[in-house]
């Protein structure tokens, strides 16, 4: 293991802090890719291996249950507070990378398909927490910065197999290569290159009762609803949008049909949603992170309220529509997790982080397996409305952790 810095860099001032949210964010990039893989190549599933839409919608499901299952046991057994998080990282990410890579070289069907994105989603749920706990163990001033870089970075990670098979598109295989290929670099990355934060605290046995009191105790309970309002919209829109956008823009392609079009602008929408969680940021750390999040899911929940009725003709318009939902969508994320550090003893804060994660990803189920339901039976407007109802509740709940005296312990007092 290799040595912290010294305390004394003024309570977490340190200037390796900046080098380390570097290499910790290429590192998320590079392991997220795994995430949506399946999603990027769904027509080519459906078409070489006789995949269903309702197929490729629950591997997508099943992802989000592995990464449920995977947070539950870290927070459950403590790992990220027990077990050296680098480590933790690192092993989680190869793992991701070769039950990812598996698809393509293990025979069977869906089935097959079915274990190894579970166990990607597992393994990924080694990933996530554990890389927001080693940020906080760099950053007490800044923090909402530092996390919103980072989940820009899963953001840019996630939405990265939607680039690759935009150029790729006959070569489905290389997708996966490259995605696990990336995963695998993520985890040396963060082992040989990111050390131990001088925030870092000495981990506390196990104690079952905390997770029942950070739910009992109101601000926290407020921060849970907000990220838990967030969670039904995100994740179904990102499943989903590309699915959208394929019907919208067809087989059209860009530079002599070498760039497919609909998978370009997925794509860029998880890079506007990258850019929208650092501009969230630096929102949060002047004007406070119950602000922040309550603006974000306004206009994510205003924009998922029309983005589907749009007539399909207007092509540029709902590119454009989709990229302000795409940074938007996203942009309160990492308030909701640098909050949940800042209400929670520090001791705790990896288990907490996990538990609050292992809630969201939970729900996300519903409506992912909803979106594609309401899409064929009565249409993509009104499928995507849905998802409103997340935003709507979780700006009311960010708006009563706003009153409340806790949240001054937030962004340095900015609430």
């Not at 340190?14 to 290499?23: I, M």
């Not at 398909?113 to 990607?120: D, G, I």
């Not at 519903?366 to 409103?388: C, N, R």
Request: a positive charge.
């Amino acid at each position: 293991m290799q040595p912290s810095p010294a305390n004394g860099a003024a309570h977490g001032e340190h200037p390796a802090r900046w080098r380390t949210l570097v290499f910790l964010s290429i590192a998320t990039v590079f392991a997220l890719s795994v995430w949506f893989s399946t999603n990027a190549i769904a027509p080519a599933l459906e078409t070489q291996r006789g995949f269903s839409s309702a197929d490729i919608a629950w591997l997508t499901i099943t992802v989000q249950l592995g990464f449920v299952l995977g947070t539950l046991i870290i927070a459950v057994t403590n790992l990220a507070d027990l077990m050296n998080t680098r480590k933790l990282f690192a092993i989680c990410a190869v793992l991701a990378g070769a039950s990812n890579i598996a698809l393509v070289f293990l025979p069977g069907g869906f089935a097959t398909a079915l274990v190894l994105r579970l166990l990607s989603g597992v393994f990924l749920g080694g990933v996530y927490p554990p890389g927001m706990k080693i940020l906080s163990g760099w950053f007490r001033s800044g923090r909402g910065i530092a996390i919103g870089v980072m989940i820009g970075a899963l953001t840019l990670g996630s939405g990265s197999p939607h680039l690759l098979r935009s150029v790729f598109v006959s070569q489905w295989e290389l997708t996966l290569y490259l995605s696990s290929i990336l995963a695998v670099l993520a985890g040396a990355i963060v082992y040989f290159l990111v050390q131990d934060g001088p925030l870092d605290v000495p981990a506390r046995r196990f104690n079952p009762s905390y997770l029942i009191q950070t739910i009992r105790v109101p601000a926290t309970r407020m921060i849970f609803f907000g990220y838990l309002g967030h969670m039904w919209e995100l994740y179904a829109m990102w499943a989903w949008i590309s699915s959208y956008l394929a019907v919208v823009y067809g087989t059209k392609s860009l530079i002599g049909g070498s760039l497919d079009l609909a998978s370009l602008v997925t794509f860029l929408v998880f890079a506007a949603g990258a850019a929208g969680c650092v501009a969230a940021g630096l929102f949060a750390e002047r004007y406070g992170r119950t602000l922040a999040t309550s603006v974000a899911m306004i206009i994510s929940g205003g924009t998922a309220l029309f983005i589907g009725f749009l007539p399909h003709e207007w092509g540029l318009v709902i590119a454009v529509a989709a990229l302000v939902w795409g940074a938007s969508v996203v942009a309160d994320s990492a308030q909701f997790s640098t909050g949940l550090t800042e209400l929670s003893e520090d001791a705790y804060r990896g288990t907490a982080l996990a538990f609050q994660t292992g809630l969201g990803f939970l729900l996300t189920i519903v409506p992912i397996w909803l979106v594609p339901v309401l899409a064929d039976s009565i249409g993509w407007g009104l499928a995507f409305a849905m998802l409103a109802i997340g935003p709507i509740l979780g700006t009311a709940a960010m708006l009563r952790l706003r009153s409340m005296s806790e949240s001054k312990a937030m962004a340095m007092g900015h609430r």
